[in-house]
Nanobody
Framework: VQLQASGGGLVQAGDALRLSCAASERTSNMGSMGWFRQARGKEREFVAHISYSSSYTYYADSVKGRFTISKDNAKNTMYLQMNSLKPEDTAVYYC????????????????????WGQGTLVTVSS
């Protein structure tokens, strides 16, 4: 599956932004989808995960309560709504997907996801 991330940009601290991830295949067929991010000079880190049925969502502690992951199967698109942005949220954000379901204990492992988008840059100024 091919993924296309979009929606990044330059915002101020406290602002909101919504990222989109368009998939070339039905998102309803994706066992797991998620968002990761990579700040300059740092390793890629887990941000959020959504199950195939959208019934279960998981978040990194650093974004819990501020970010919301969702997907619209009719549009084959996954979203990441980011509110109350902080300068430390500055990073390139990547969407990822796997046709198979990833067990909860492994959703933070980037290696479990087979498909990746190209990344979209989010810059939060203070």
């Amino acid at each position: 599956v091919q993924l296309q991330a979009s929606g990044g940009g330059l915002v101020q601290a406290g602002d909101a932004l919504r990222l989109s991830c368009a998939a070339s295949e039905r998102t309803s067929n994706m066992g797991s989808m998620g968002w990761f991010r990579q700040a300059r000079g740092k390793e890629r880190e887990f941000v959020a995960h959504i199950s195939y049925s959208s019934s279960y969502t998981y978040y990194a502690d650093s974004v819990k309560g501020r970010f919301t992951i969702s997907k619209d199967n009719a549009k084959n698109t996954m979203y990441l709504q980011m509110n109350s942005l902080k300068p430390e949220d500055t990073a390139v954000y990547y969407c990822a997907a796997s046709r198979s379901r990833i067990i909860v204990s492994a959703i933070r492992d980037a290696g479990m996801y087979r498909s990746w988008g190209q990344g979209t840059l989010v810059t939060v100024s203070s």
